[in-house]
């Protein structure tokens, strides 16, 4: 396979993730749902953090933002701090087990959820409610597989 097709595979699993996150779902299973532009993003920047950087991460931060509606840039910000911290720590994250990931990756979710409301409500006076941690949770639960399944194509596809 070409490198261009290689690396193409990371912006179209960016792409998948994107359309995951815009997806109608019921209101109660929404609140629920993963941050999977997010999670995708920590695992090529754990994987291949000379592919995926802060500037990739505020881009499809942006998009995020213009796709779900928010205030343009909240979602850029958030994405660009956790990217930022496990492009720094990537060695060592890559070291963990899946659980063990998992775990620090909720933790770094919920940064990312802590700097959503930080920013949300300075601009818009939004208040916290304990709904806000859902997508912290399913994003551990989901990691393990979705780390799995992308580790699968990247050495399948031999992507460098």
Do not use: C, E
């Amino acid at each position: 396979m070409r490198k261009a097709g290689r690396i193409g595979f990371i912006y179209l699993s960016l792409f998948v993730a994107l359309i995951l996150t815009v997806m109608p779902m019921p209101q109660l299973v929404k609140l629920a749902r993963p941050d999977w532009v997010l999670l995708v993003l920590m695992y090529w920047a754990m994987a291949l953090p000379q592919r995926i950087s802060v500037g990739t991460a505020f881009f499809s931060g942006f998009i995020v933002d213009v796709l779900v509606g928010t205030v343009l840039g909240v979602n850029a910000l958030a994405f660009s701090v956790v990217i930022f911290i496990v492009a720094q720590h990537h060695l060592k994250i890559r070291n963990f087990s899946v659980v063990q990931q998992s775990l620090l990756l909720g933790l770094l979710l919920a940064l990312y959820q802590l700097l959503l409301f930080w920013l949300s409500h300075f601009l818009t006076g939004v208040y916290f409610m304990p709904q806000y941690l859902w997508p912290v949770i399913t994003g551990m639960l989901v990691w393990p597989w979705l780390f799995w399944l992308l580790r699968r194509y990247r050495r399948q596809l031999k992507i460098q």
